[in-house]
């Protein structure tokens, strides 16, 4: 290994991540999100690829394809080996509206079968909890409370919050339970909704890792067709940004998706940066650009093109 990608410790848990994550939302095909198939054994073989690379992180969800996700990135795993050094983290999902305790346990239990990992799970969040009831999901022998039993028991290491809208996010954080953060979409080149939220969490000693960082695909799109940020229509003002940080970018002798993504990675604040791959040949120039030497005269531009606050996902007055 060249050593290009920083390792980086996880708040307090003692787990050490590479700056870059495979973020492995692809591997399973996910075509209403991403707008292209995958086939099973690209994504084994990428996976292979992931663990021989420098990449030492990669993040998956119970939910992700129905499953397919963990069970692709298993047989890679049973067939290539697990190096010592790669962490495998993974998300507990809703089945439909059922988010209650017991649905929970089935998730780990699935995503353990799936995986195939020795001893207790590395790190699972609580995935996307602002899509269901506050209060169900923190009732006594509800959602949290059994992630935190699993916890308590041994199965999982430690317990994660992966969520969207920030207001939720805080509601969750709040309840001090949570080892790590995993925020998306909110701490971008043209979108800072979720720097309160960061700050708070690193307070608490707190583990921050981000995702998203293209806005799903609108930030590595050189053709200028993308009209979507974090998976709904981009303001305006926010797709003018977006026109003219690539002009820039051009005219600093780089690229959009290099500068999004050595944005987030260049931050200290983030564990590592979570980057859906779903082409071998991705692997390689995301680890350079993870760790590219961009001029100052770039950050300072790029700074004084981002959109005002009224057009970030989750702006409140």
């Given at each position: 290994?060249?050593?290009?990608?920083p390792?980086?410790e996880?708040g307090?848990?003692?787990?050490?991540?590479?700056?870059?994550t495979l973020?492995?939302?692809?591997?399973?095909?996910?075509?209403?999100?991403f707008?292209?198939?995958?086939?099973?054994?690209q994504?084994i073989?990428?996976?292979?690829?992931?663990?021989?690379?420098?990449?030492?992180?990669i993040?998956?969800?119970?939910?992700?394809?129905?499953g397919?996700?963990?069970?692709?990135?298993?047989t890679a795993?049973?067939?290539?080996?697990?190096?010592?050094d790669?962490?495998?983290v993974?998300k507990v999902?809703?089945?439909?509206?059922?988010?209650?305790?017991?649905?929970?346990?089935?998730?780990?239990?699935?995503?353990?079968?799936?995986?195939?990992?020795?001893?207790?799970?590395?790190?699972?969040h609580?995935?996307d909890?602002?899509?269901?009831?506050f209060?169900?999901?923190?009732?006594?022998?509800?959602?949290?409370?059994a992630?935190?039993?699993?916890r308590?028991?041994?199965?999982v290491?430690?317990?994660?919050?992966a969520?969207?809208?920030?207001?939720?996010?805080?509601?969750?954080l709040?309840?001090g339970v949570?080892?790590?953060?995993?925020?998306h979409?909110?701490?971008?080149?043209?979108?800072?909704?979720?720097?309160?939220?960061?700050?708070?969490a690193?307070?608490?000693?707190?583990?921050?890792?981000?995702?998203?960082?293209?806005?799903?695909?609108?930030?590595?799109?050189?053709?200028?067709?993308a009209?979507?940020?974090?998976y709904?229509?981009?303001?305006?003002a926010?797709?003018?940004?977006?026109?003219?940080?690539r002009?820039?970018?051009?005219?600093?002798?780089?690229?959009?998706?290099?500068?999004?993504?050595?944005?987030?990675t260049r931050?200290?604040?983030f564990?590592?940066t979570?980057?859906?791959?779903?082409?071998?040949?991705?692997?390689?120039?995301?680890?350079?650009?993870?760790?590219a030497?961009?001029?100052?005269?770039?950050w300072?531009?790029?700074e004084s093109?981002?959109?005002?606050?009224?057009?970030?996902?989750?702006?409140?007055?």
């Open positions: 290994m060249s050593g290009r990608l390792d980086r996880l307090s848990t003692g787990l050490v991540l590479s700056s870059v973020g492995g939302g692809p591997l399973g095909s996910m075509l209403e999100n707008g292209y198939e995958v086939a099973e054994e994504a073989e990428l996976v292979g690829d992931v663990l021989r690379s420098e990449i030492r992180t993040d998956t969800a119970n939910g992700y394809s129905a397919r996700s963990e069970r692709r990135i298993g795993i049973a067939r290539f080996g697990l190096p010592d790669v962490v495998v993974t999902d809703a089945d439909g509206r059922d988010y209650s305790g017991d649905r929970v346990r089935a998730s780990l239990r699935e995503s353990r079968e799936r995986l195939g990992l020795p001893g207790p799970l590395p790190l699972v609580l995935h909890p602002e899509f269901h009831d209060a169900d999901l923190t009732a006594l022998g509800g959602a949290v409370d992630l935190v039993e699993a308590e028991s041994g199965a290491s430690h317990i994660g919050l969520g969207g809208r920030v207001q939720d996010m805080r509601r969750y709040d309840l949570f080892d790590v953060l995993l925020v979409n909110r701490w971008t080149l043209v979108d800072r909704s979720g720097g309160d939220l960061i700050d708070d690193l307070e608490r000693g707190v583990g921050v890792v981000n995702a998203a960082v293209f806005g799903g695909g609108i930030l590595a799109d050189d053709s200028g067709r009209t979507g940020y974090g709904r229509p981009a303001p305006p926010t797709l003018k940004a977006i026109t003219a940080m002009d820039a970018c051009t005219r600093w002798s780089t690229d959009l998706r290099t500068a999004a993504l050595r944005f987030s931050d200290p604040r564990a590592s979570i980057v859906g791959i779903s082409k071998p040949e991705r692997v390689e120039p995301t680890i350079a650009a993870a760790s030497d961009l001029p100052d005269g770039l300072e531009e790029l093109l981002l959109p005002p606050r009224a057009h970030w996902l989750d702006y409140r007055d």
